[in-house]
């Protein structure tokens, strides 16, 4: 329901306990941080699931596609669209492709962007998003903001 503070002590006792988490874990605590408008709060819990993910499946276990999903839209949510471009970069990092779902939910992020449109356009390719993408989203928020 949103009470992201609940989720992760949750989280933790049932970690604490020997429990390991699965996708649906993850799912619901990035969930809980997206409702709670929590950004800060999802990156870090991704750091949990590329760790977790890494020593259960060694150094070529790679994170779903979904889990960065849910992350961006919690970074979105939060109006953090640094944090979301943070996100899309680790995820290009660790070798996961991104999906139609990936550029919506970082194009939602920076649509709330308060900043010029060319900050925008910047932090985008330099994250590695197709230069297209970059130039319509920075266009969209120019037109939007009326910031250039």
């Known amino acids: 329901r949103g009470d992201w503070r609940k989720a992760v002590e949750a989280y933790r006792v049932m970690v604490s306990?020997?429990?390991?988490?699965?996708?649906?874990?993850?799912?619901?605590?990035?969930?809980?941080?997206?409702?709670?408008?929590?950004?800060?709060?999802?990156?870090?819990?991704?750091?949990?699931?590329?760790?977790?993910?890494?020593?259960?499946?060694?150094?070529?276990?790679?994170?779903?596609?979904?889990?960065?999903?849910?992350?961006?839209?919690?970074?979105?949510?939060?109006?953090?669209?640094?944090?979301?471009?943070?996100?899309?970069?680790?995820?290009?990092?660790?070798?996961?492709?991104?999906?139609?779902?990936t550029y919506q939910a970082l194009m939602a992020a920076v649509a709330k962007a308060r900043c010029a449109s060319t900050e925008v356009y910047d932090g985008l390719k330099y994250a590695g998003v197709p230069e297209y993408l970059a130039y319509t989203a920075a266009a969209a928020h120019a037109l939007r903001w009326g910031k250039g």
């Not at 990035?30 to 409702?35: D, P, Q």
């Not at 709060?41 to 949990?48: D, F, N, Q, T």
């Not at 699931?49 to 890494?54: L, M, R, S, T, Y």
Request: glycine residues 10%.
């Open 17 to 101: 306990k020997g429990l390991a988490p699965d996708a649906r874990t993850w799912r619901v605590l990035l969930r809980a941080a997206k409702v709670g408008k929590e950004g800060r709060v999802a990156l870090v819990l991704l750091e949990e699931i590329e760790a977790q993910v890494a020593q259960r499946a060694g150094a070529d276990g790679l994170v779903p596609v979904e889990m960065y999903n849910c992350c961006l839209e919690a970074a979105a949510a939060g109006g953090g669209w640094r944090r979301a471009i943070q996100v899309f970069n680790r995820m290009r990092h660790h070798g996961v492709k991104p999906n139609t779902s």
